[in-house]
């Protein structure tokens, strides 16, 4: 589930980047005020939806749900800030469907419920273009790891007769034990902050995850935060 | 021949003395900033490419005095003016009424699409 080597690399470039950028050189009129801020924090809610076409059909492979985090961040230079953010997400749910052979020759097909939760914890760069001003898009990337709760429900179900000779039946339902796995991805993300004072800004993005299989998250996210 | 290295020589001076005549281009910036209303809005494009708009607070003899509009305020700033590459008069107030329509159509996609997720969201 990890993909090292594509982490690695995408967290060297980040560094290695807002390193560079720490060292520009100042322009001739300074944006900058006399008391920069040197910490973002904020909050947000958002919309988490994730990939999970290995179990889901094509119709039903990606699940959606709502999540919430905050997110702190420290200014390297007026543009460059590293981050840190956690964020937690509602369970969110697909099906799958099994063939169960009750009786010769057709099959009866059994719907899974397949809950999902996710966590996450994550660090990256950001930049921030323009200085001083009241609105900022960014850009940035970084790593995450995600810790997944997965649990499988399989509801009652009645199977009418189907055959002479066959009576119906009631299949009981099953509850299988949840599933934690722990996975690190790379992310990228995009979006806007909005300054409404000197220091408090709404702050609206998207953030998609990768693994080699590509795309796995994608989060829509809008909150609020102040600079300090 | 002979022609053709008199007409070479004429051109050669003529444009010579065509740049002679042109004043640097820090007087004219100068000339034209000391002629703007003290408070007046500019946009201020410098020779390293940065770009500014700004309040004019003074038109010196050697620099110009500008206060930068920022969100958090910043201390003026003083340019002189050969490094000025264009200044001109902001005359942009406030947003147009473009811009104020495409905000609020905006702001209410966004409020519908946000709203319908959270109301998705509480159905099981």
Do not use: C
């Not at chain 1, 397949?114 to 990256?124: K, N, P, R």
């Not at chain 2, 034209?32 to 946009?43: H, L, P």
């Not at chain 2, 001109?88 to 409020?111: C, F, P, Q, T, Y």
């Amino acid at each position: 589930m990890i993909n090292t080597p594509i982490a690695a690399a995408f967290m060297a470039a980040a560094l290695f980047v807002a390193d560079a950028a720490a060292g520009q050189e100042r322009p001739a009129i300074s944006m900058t005020p006399d008391a920069p801020a040197r910490w973002d924090l904020a909050g947000h809610i958002g919309w988490l939806a994730s990939d999970k076409s290995d179990i889901g059909a094509e119709w039903n492979d990606w699940y959606d749900t709502l999540s919430g985090g905050v997110s702190a961040g420290r200014y390297l230079t007026p543009h460059f800030k590293t981050e840190i953010h956690a964020a937690l997400a509602r369970e969110g749910r697909i099906y799958s469907q099994d063939p169960v052979l009750l009786t010769a020759p057709f099959p009866v097909f059994r719907s899974r419920e397949h809950y999902f939760q996710t966590a996450s914890v994550g660090a990256g760069v950001s930049y921030q273009f323009f200085e001083n001003q009241w609105f900022h898009p960014f850009v940035g990337g970084g790593l995450e790891v995600l810790r997944e709760h997965h649990r499988v429900r399989i509801p009652e179900q009645f199977v009418p007769q189907r055959a002479p000779g066959v009576p119906a039946a009631t299949l009981p339902a099953v509850d299988f034990a949840p599933e934690v796995s722990y996975a690190a991805r790379p992310f990228v993300t995009t979006g806007f902050k909005w300054y409404v004072a000197e220091r408090a800004f709404l702050r609206t993005s998207i953030q998609a995850s990768f693994s080699h299989r590509g795309t796995t998250h994608v989060v829509w996210a809008a909150g609020i935060g102040a600079d300090l | 021949m002979k022609f053709f290295a008199m007409l070479m020589l004429l051109i050669m001076v003529g444009t010579h003395g065509a740049f002679a005549q042109a004043p640097p281009q820090g007087d004219i910036w100068r000339a034209f900033a000391q002629k703007m209303d003290v408070g007046a809005r500019v946009k201020v494009h410098l020779r390293d490419g940065q770009r500014v708009t700004a309040t004019l607070i003074r038109a010196d003899a050697e620099d110009l005095l500008l206060q930068p509009r920022t969100r958090i305020p910043v201390p003026v700033q003083r340019i002189p003016y050969d490094q000025i590459s264009s200044l001109e008069r902001d005359e942009r107030r406030g947003i147009g009424a473009g811009k104020a329509v495409a905000l609020g159509v905006a702001s209410g996609v966004g409020a519908f699409f946000g709203t319908l997720l959270i109301l998705i969201a509480t159905i099981d």
